[in-house]
């Protein structure tokens, strides 16, 4: 194994050229009222950080800071704020994955908030005559609803480790909800991408088509029955989702979508019942964990892919010095190394209530190095590539018959939080596609998710295992990839982002920007990404597309397809100062939000 790198110099230095950045661009949060921000992509300061993809959520988490709340009470405010602003990518109506660092007992933990399956559910849940329904007839129903778990997560969350109440957490987003934000180009064209199916239900007519147009560009969004939504869960407690009149209306909307006379598409109903709410628990698990270089980084264990997946990447990235890689070397052994982990992700990892999932072993460096063995300096693996045996790793050895990797959405939202006390959170949140299901609980301002269509419909391929059928309560396999790197048991920083499958290679090229190549960590994230997944072509953004690098890789047997966008990244930083750097797109989906409490003056 090699663990050459980390020296201090690339972090020091990420920290001048930060510095430069903040001076110039980033507003003075003191001095801005709230809702109001500029977005700045990077700040860095004292008293603590968020990053998000919007200012107005990101102002939101800062405000529960200054209000002495922690990292929790801060990624809950700015989740609740996101279900305003982001609603197509977030919100009540969804799960996600909440992994927290907890500064007083060094130890990290997560919250498992995946949707589950009806307890109805089983193999056949996609099937109609035997035949798989059409993927996008799925995703525009209420059979691709599974039990929202985000207003559990929130829950467990501050009861765990929150200082501040869902009441308190809240409020920022209800007056968000209440006043509105201001609608941009990306509000308004995900609108439009979604607007056909969005005609077929009224009350989403109604809340995203203001007076049956795309809202304009600059126009103030206003979304009252959320305000009221959320100041109803304040004050009742999410016992009003899981057991109480909101759960009823969910479940009459998945049991009944509330389709129009203008209907142009089938909906099919769902199976959700009030049983199915009221059974719904979030999880308590350990972390996923692999040592990197002498770091320990910590994810998501199943039912998200996401940890297993990135440590892998990394475990086999390991074994070579990265840093002193040209660009078009260590691309290679990214792809290639990303191809291989996506070969294992889709044979071992599903539900483990449900499945056997090898997770110690496929975060292992045996393993890694086994599968690592494959990889050639001067040629491309053919794709699919087979399996390894994370139970008994032989040096490129296989463990079953090669599959492709399915279909997931592309449309998530991440947000990372870290306090004055030393708290980190990396929390994804998301509704699957943009605009999940398409159907809006009416009266109630908020989306419902189409999260089951991240199950496999049928089986991959018949003649291997698939961990990732639909079942009864079960869990469908997730990509999210919330991240907290620890150094020497203090924590150094936190990633993660939206993309669905592409989320993982986006976390660990970003990891491996920052970590091994140098790059400050805005700069990480800004970085052109590639993606692959156990497919011939790999995706790369117009920055690599348009690059000499290109070329050197199609020489060595690398097939492309240009990708507009990859991921939308955010993550915090402790500088080796004490200060916290908040990073976050510079270009994609119009830039993110960076925001510390105080960018001046002392800790
Ligand atoms: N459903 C996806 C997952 O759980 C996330 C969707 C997305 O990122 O767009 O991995």
């Given at each position: 194994m090699h663990r050459p790198v980390l020296r201090n110099a690339p972090l020091l230095a990420a920290g001048a050229a930060v510095l430069a950045v903040t001076a110039a661009a980033a507003p003075a949060a003191d001095s801005v009222p709230h809702a109001r921000q500029a977005k700045s992509p990077v700040a860095v300061g004292y008293g603590g950080a968020v990053a998000s993809v919007d200012a107005d959520a990101s102002a939101a988490g800062i405000e529960i800071l200054r209000r002495g709340g922690n990292a929790v009470d801060a990624a809950v405010a700015t989740a609740a704020a996101l279900g305003v602003t982001e609603p197509y990518s977030a919100g009540i109506g969804g799960g996600g994955y909440f992994v927290y660092y907890d500064a007083k007992s060094g130890k990290v933990h997560t919250v498992d908030g995946r949707e589950t399956a009806p307890g109805s559910a089983d193999e056949t849940l996609f099937l109609e005559d035997g035949e798989p329904i059409a993927f996008d007839e799925a995703v525009t129903s209420g059979l691709s609803v599974g039990t929202p778990g985000t207003a559990a997560t929130w829950d467990a969350a501050l009861d765990a480790w929150g200082s501040k109440s869902l009441a308190q957490n809240l409020k920022p987003a209800e007056r968000l909800a209440r006043d509105g934000f201001t609608v941009d180009e990306t509000f308004r064209q995900q609108t439009a991408d979604n607007e056909e199916r969005f005609r077929n239900f009224p009350a989403t007519v109604d809340l995203f088509l203001p007076g049956g147009e795309l809202p304009v560009v600059g126009s103030t969004f206003k979304n009252p029955d959320l305000a009221r939504t959320y100041a109803e869960l304040g004050k009742k407690g999410t016992g009003l989702f899981y057991r109480g009149a909101l759960g009823r209306e969910v479940v009459d909307t998945v049991r009944q979508p509330p389709v129009g006379p203008d209907q142009e598409h089938q909906v099919r109903p769902g199976d959700m019942t009030t049983g199915d709410l009221r059974g719904y628990r979030t999880k308590r698990q350990a972390p996923s964990h692999t040592d990197y270089r002498g770091l320990d980084v910590y994810g998501m264990a199943p039912s998200s892919s996401g940890g297993t997946t990135v440590a892998e990447i990394l475990n086999i990235l390991e074994r070579s010095d990265v840093s002193s890689l040209s660009e078009e070397q260590y691309l290679h052994r990214f792809v290639e190394a990303s191809r291989i982990s996506f070969a294992d992700r889709g044979r071992w990892v599903g539900d483990p209530a449900f499945e056997d999932v090898p997770t110690k072993a496929l975060t292992s460096q045996r393993f890694a190095d086994a599968r690592g063995c494959l990889i050639k300096e001067d040629a491309v693996l053919e794709s699919p590539v087979a399996p390894g045996d994370p139970h008994r790793p032989r040096a490129c050895g296989t463990g079953g018959p090669a599959v492709a990797t399915t279909y997931e959405g592309r449309d998530t939202t991440h947000l990372t939080t870290a306090d004055k006390w030393?708290?980190?959170?990396?929390?994804?949140?998301?509704?699957?596609?943009?605009?999940?299901?398409?159907?809006?609980?009416?009266?109630?301002?908020?989306?419902?998710?189409?999260?089951?269509?991240?199950?496999?419909?049928?089986?991959?391929?018949?003649?291997?295992?698939?961990?990732?059928?639909?079942?009864?309560?079960?869990?469908?396999?997730?990509?999210?990839?919330?991240?907290?790197?620890?150094?020497?048991?203090?924590?150094?920083?936190?990633?993660?982002?939206?993309?669905?499958?592409?989320?993982?290679?986006?976390?660990?090229?970003?990891?491996?920007?920052?970590?091994?190549?140098?790059?400050?960590?805005?700069?990480?994230?800004?970085?052109?990404?590639?993606?692959?997944?156990?497919?011939?072509?790999?995706?790369?953004?117009?920055?690599?597309?348009?690059?000499?690098?290109?070329?050197?890789?199609?020489?060595?047997?690398?097939?492309?397809?240009?990708?507009s966008e990859i991921g939308a990244a955010t993550g915090v930083q402790r500088m080796p100062d004490g200060r916290w750097l908040a990073a976050a797109e510079t270009e994609r989906r119009g830039g993110g939000s960076a925001m510390v409490v105080r960018p001046h003056g002392r800790p």
């Open positions: 030393g708290n980190v959170v990396a929390y994804t949140l998301t509704i699957e596609q943009t605009g999940g299901s398409g159907i809006t609980v009416p009266g109630r301002g908020f989306l419902l998710n189409n999260e089951l269509t991240d199950f496999s419909f049928t089986p991959v391929d018949p003649e291997a295992p698939d961990p990732n059928l639909p079942g009864p309560g079960k869990r469908p396999r997730s990509s999210m990839s919330p991240t907290i790197v620890l150094r020497d048991g203090e924590p150094l920083l936190a990633v993660g982002s939206p993309g669905g499958a592409t989320i993982i290679t986006t976390v660990a090229q970003t990891l491996t920007n920052h970590l091994d190549r140098g790059m400050p960590l805005v700069d990480a994230i800004a970085a052109p990404r590639a993606s692959q997944r156990n497919a011939a072509k790999t995706d790369i953004e117009p920055g690599l597309w348009n690059s000499p690098v290109r070329e050197g890789l199609e020489g060595l047997g690398h097939e492309f397809g240009q990708s």
